[in-house]
């Protein structure tokens, strides 16, 4: 059950319209029990969270909770092992400016941004504006509340350091044409892999947005939680003629365009900005996970060095901005030492793994454990690559199709499967049943063959 709402939100009803889509997952106002206690889902717009923030969230989880803190693969926050003060740790976070203007609105805020947006030298534009302009409607319009909590968007500018490879309900990604920057969209996909369904100038940001989602809402039935199952039985030729009113551009330039490629593990280490001087620097968290002493560490670099801020990014990882360039290896160190990884050469900072049965009842491995295992014997063997633990099927520490995939069958044994476009789920089964040991084992070898790197 929903922990009731502390402060001004006790007594505020939800809208009627919320349970249209309900969801199991977590917000900052709905913890959901797991083994290991509850969980709060802190939602960040673009990704960002202040110095004073980050240490709100990290004295909540110190004293609300069991210490853990995790890195989201949509660049938000969460905070696990909750225990009965649940209310004492709603009312820290809110008090910290981390929850919603509006309570109907904590699922719907879900607009994921590069973590460089703003700031990185290959942008075509700074799409914070729009961002912002997105996030208001989604906070201040009731109607969009009935959205679901998985309903998700994604915009682009055209930096360098961005996912595009997590499939979006909406996808809006900026390209240039004749000297013009627009703005491309797609549907339940991902500009990684998919064509734009068309564009728009950009001054049409935010009523294509809007027009985007009051027609799935006035097609799709409340059943039809996510824009892929609405197509499923309606064509995407619905959408441009309900947007016909707006100056649609579906011509070659458009439909032939692709989104050039990112840059290789942007996120880690020193990223330079696009003002002269100053750089990003960046570490993984280990398997996702920080906890209070690391996060107040990291806050306190980000006062010191940069701009007060930290970035949270789809790689589970986060960034400092605004450093001097001149700093950047004092930043890195700093990160290095409170525990972070900062070299993509750490085999550890290529794996992802679920909560795993440790404190999930779903799981039938110790994902985190064994992608510890994993990546000790992979770094023995000087290897680095991708590598992604699932305990089960629902591959909750992935919102993308990984490269390699090693889904659990039972404690520490694992099917192994590799990415193939062609294949449905996670790709081509190579192996079943898999200790991890011999998982490692054939991943070595294969790297060695480079056969799929």
Sequence with gaps: MPTPLPGDFLNKPLSPAVSVRPSACPGLLRIVPALDGGICRIKLAGGVIGAAQARAVARAAQDYAGGVIEATNRGNLQIRGIGAEQGALIETLLAAGLGPNNPDSDDVRNLMLSPTAGLDPRMLLDVRPLAAQILAALENTPRLHELSAKFAL???????????????????????????????FGLAGCPARDKPLAAVPLAYGLELVLGVLNWFLDTARPDQS???????????????????????????????????????????????????????????????????AMLNTIAQ????????????????????????ACDAQSVLAGLQAAGLLCSADQALARIIACTGSSDCAKGLADTKADARLLAGQLQRSGISRGVHLSACQRSCAA???????????????????????????????????LTIEAAGAYLIADSRSNTHD
Excluded: C
């Design 399 to 433: 919102a993308h199709l990984a490269s390699v995939t090693l889904l659990a069958v039972s404690p520490g044994h694992y099917d192994l499967y590799f990415r193939d476009a062609t294949q449905p789920g996670f790709g081509a089964l190579q192996a079943r049943d």
């Design 154 to 184: 994604s915009l682009d500018g055209g930096e360098g350091v961005v996912m595009l490879d997590h499939p979006h309900d909406l996808w809006l990604s900026a390209l240039e044409v004749d000297g013009e920057v627009l703005l491309a």
């Design 226 to 292: 996510r824009m892929r199952q609405l197509l499923a039985e309606v064509p995407a030729e619905r959408l441009l003629s309900a947007l016909a009113s707006m100056p649609l551009r579906t011509d070659a330039d458009i439909s032939e365009w692709r989104r050039p490629a990112t840059v290789t593990h942007g996120h880690i280490g020193v990223y330079p900005q696009a003002e002269t001087g100053k750089v990003a620097v960046g570490g993984v968290t280990p398997l996702g996970r920080l906890d209070p």
């Design 301 to 324: 670099l980000a006062e010191e060095f940069g701009d007060g801020s930290l970035r949270l990014t789809p790689w589970q990882s986060l960034l400092l901005p605004n450093i001097a």
